[in-house]
């Protein structure tokens, strides 16, 4: 069975501080990883796309970058945080673009 | 103004009683929906995806597709407490872009 990591589970960080946040999945190989935005209560916002070792797309950058260094790894980073990278940040994955989603449990960002 | 616009933004039903779902693209190469549930503080999950025109049921869930009206409906029987979450219609292009385009979701609470 696939299972989807996400860590941290919670960051409490400070304005202008650098950030880094993961994402591995495991029981499948060269899957399609995405990374997404949540504000509280609100929609979902497509950030980064990668459909294999080395290639991230982005979607919309909000000062933030994507890698995936690994086939089963994908990593979300920024040098300087702002107040408004608040919010939830979700991984997932899929077999291709017309297949449903599955996500990670999430990870909660606070930037004071 | 978003591509994808759901209706009502929250709703309460009784156990036992219909919910029902809205959700409506205002961009004709949209082709492929999907519904997914969020309960709180965890990642979405999906529901059901539906790609052609007419009715889509996997149990209690069942979902209606009217491309030419770009109208898109979710319809719970039956619902139970555990139902209560935020769900999202998520929709993606037939070609051109990998991106999934969510809702702004809509709220449900089924009271006890």
């Known amino acids: 069975a696939q299972t989807i990591h996400q860590w941290p589970v919670a960051e409490i960080k400070a304005v202008g501080s650098p950030l880094s946040l993961g994402c591995t999945i495991k029981?499948?190989?060269?899957?399609?990883l995405y990374w997404y935005w949540q504000a509280t209560g609100g929609t979902l916002q497509q950030l980064f796309y990668?459909?294999?070792?080395?290639?991230v797309e982005s979607v919309v950058q909000l000062n933030l970058s994507a890698s995936r260094p690994k086939d089963d790894q994908f990593i979300l980073s920024t040098e300087k945080l702002l107040l408004s990278h608040s919010g939830f940040y979700l991984c997932?994955?899929?077999?291709?673009?017309?297949?449903?989603?599955?996500f990670g449990p999430g990870t909660r960002l606070t930037v004071l | 103004q978003q591509k994808v616009q759901q209706s009502p933004e929250s709703l309460s039903v009784p156990e036992g009683g219909m919910a029902s779902l809205n959700c409506t693209s205002s961009?004709?190469?949209?082709?492929y929906f999907w519904w997914y549930r969020q309960h709180s503080g965890e990642g979405p999950k999906a529901l059901m995806?539906?790609?052609?025109?007419g009715d889509k049921k996997e149990g209690r869930f069942t979902a209606h597709l009217n491309k030419a009206s770009l109208h898109v409906s979710l319809h719970i029987r039956d619902s139970q407490p555990s139902d209560s979450a935020l769900y999202f219609c998520?929709?993606?292009?037939?070609?051109?872009?990998?991106?999934?385009?969510f809702g702004s979701g809509t709220q449900l609470t089924v009271m006890p």
């Open positions: 997932a994955w899929s077999l291709g673009d017309y297949y449903e989603q599955y």
């Open positions: 995806s539906i790609f052609s025109d």
């Open positions: 029981g499948k190989s060269s899957p399609n």
């Open positions: 961009d004709r190469n949209f082709q």
């Open positions: 998520a929709a993606r292009a037939s070609s051109g872009s990998w991106q999934l385009i």
């Open positions: 990668s459909i294999t070792v080395g290639q």
